[in-house]
């Protein structure tokens, strides 16, 4: 039996557990009295230890809350929460040709040649040499080799190559390379002269284009030639994972800044003296033409500059226009044939030639390549044009 106390009168009774749970009346004062109910009870029918098993769930469950809270407290996020990964860096963009920009250096010194032109001599006593007497600079176009330059560059080559004899063409440049005083063309004696030493020394002349890439010699030959514009396509037999983007447009403007890049040294080997040639060989043996430049000719600069204006200058059959780029940066003779890039590493020009104004002022030439992209197309295939 329970004992049930009113609250307010002070008057108990008793009565058994159900009857107390629902309720008696007081005696005294006839309100019905209840049993009050005790908090975390287990059910009627549960045991002790359910009851003790209960509260220690309840015990857990705080303990957990309080560690949760504890070390959101301390750390600032929830142990369910993950960690924060920090944002990948954007990833730049490489551009066909994997040159990024007038500043890629590593790239650049891939795919831009210095090229050379000169022969291989074959000298009567079987001794071999070869000599390099001008140069410029070329750009790789393709993967597959195809490289581009001014024809001034390799033209007296290319006039090498198509003649029988190659001993008489060496005798006339010699002849005329032995001019001394103003420039004049040779007299006939003094090619004479020249021809009967290429005769006496010289069995065999093989004119040759080269390219420089670092401590790489490439043999080239002449793809195509022409003198307006001043272009020229070379191709070598090897293959280049670096090379430079064409520019199909206009891509600068008014004070925008142009690039040209190239070898300004213009290293050139003086080859009017045969005997002297000759002499060499037997003191020093054969060496290749790249044996004869120093590290400074092999190494290329860029120089930086304005764009200007374009310029159209006409061409001998008075149909055609050459477009130049007008612009001021320093170009050198041993920039001839280099690339004119722009800020994203475009080649928008040839580096060509050097004017001065009636201030004596110079203004470089570049010759534009998108007024030449459908000329350009079918001798450089696989070239992109941006």
């Known amino acids: 039996m329970i004992k049930l106390t009113c609250a307010h009168c002070g008057g108990s009774t008793l009565a058994n557990p159900r009857s107390a749970r629902q309720g008696a009346p007081c005696p005294k004062c006839g309100r019905i009295i209840r049993l009050a109910p005790l908090p975390f009870a287990a059910p009627e029918s549960g045991t002790g230890t359910q009851r003790l098993l209960l509260l220690a769930g ?21 142990v369910a929460e993950p960690p924060v990964e920090p944002a990948p860096a954007p990833q730049k963009i490489v551009p066909p040709g994997g040159i990024l920009g007038p500043s890629d250096s590593e790239s650049i010194q891939q795919a831009l040649p210095l090229v050379a032109a000169g022969v291989h001599l074959v000298l009567k006593d079987g001794r071999e040499t070869e000599w390099a007497f001008s140069t410029g600079t070329g750009f790789v176009v393709t993967p597959m080799g195809h490289v581009l330059t001014n024809a001034h560059v390799v033209k ?29 063309e040779p007299t006939d004696e003094e090619i004479e002269e020249q021809l009967a030493l290429v005769r006496k020394y010289v069995d065999q002349v093989h004119p040759r284009v080269w390219l420089f890439l670092g401590k790489e010699q490439l043999d080239a030959r002449i793809e195509s030639l022409s003198e307006e514009p001043d272009l020229a396509v070379l191709k070598c037999s090897r293959r280049f994972e670096k090379f430079f983007r064409l520019a199909s447009r206009r891509t600068v403007q008014a004070t925008a800044n142009v690039w040209p890049v190239g070898f300004p040294i213009l290293a050139s080997t003086p080859l009017n003296d045969l005997e002297q040639i000759r002499k060499n060989v037997q003191q020093s043996g054969a060496r290749t033409a790249l044996a004869r430049f120093s590290p400074d000719e092999l190494q290329y600069t860029t120089t930086k500059g304005v764009f200007s204006r374009l310029r159209k200058v006409a061409q001998a059959d008075g149909r055609t226009d050459t477009v130049y780029i007008v612009h001021d940066a320093k170009i050198r003779p041993g920039n001839s044939g280099g690339p004119l890039l722009d800020d994203e590493g475009r080649v928008i020009g040839i580096n060509t030639l050097v004017t001065q104004d009636a201030e004596r002022e110079g203004y470089s030439h570049s010759i534009s390549l998108p007024e030449l992209r459908e000329r350009l197309r079918p001798l450089v295939p696989g070239a992109v044009w941006d």
Not at 60 to 78: D, E, M, Q
Not at 156 to 171: C, F, N, P
């Open 58 to 78: 309840v015990a857990v469950l705080v303990t957990a809350t309080l560690g949760i809270g504890a070390y959101v407290a301390f750390h600032g996020r929830s």
């Open 156 to 184: 007296e080559v290319h006039q090498g190559t198509k003649v029988s004899d190659a001993r008489d063409w060496l005798g006339r440049l010699l002849a005329r390379w032995s001019v001394s005083g103003p420039p004049r």
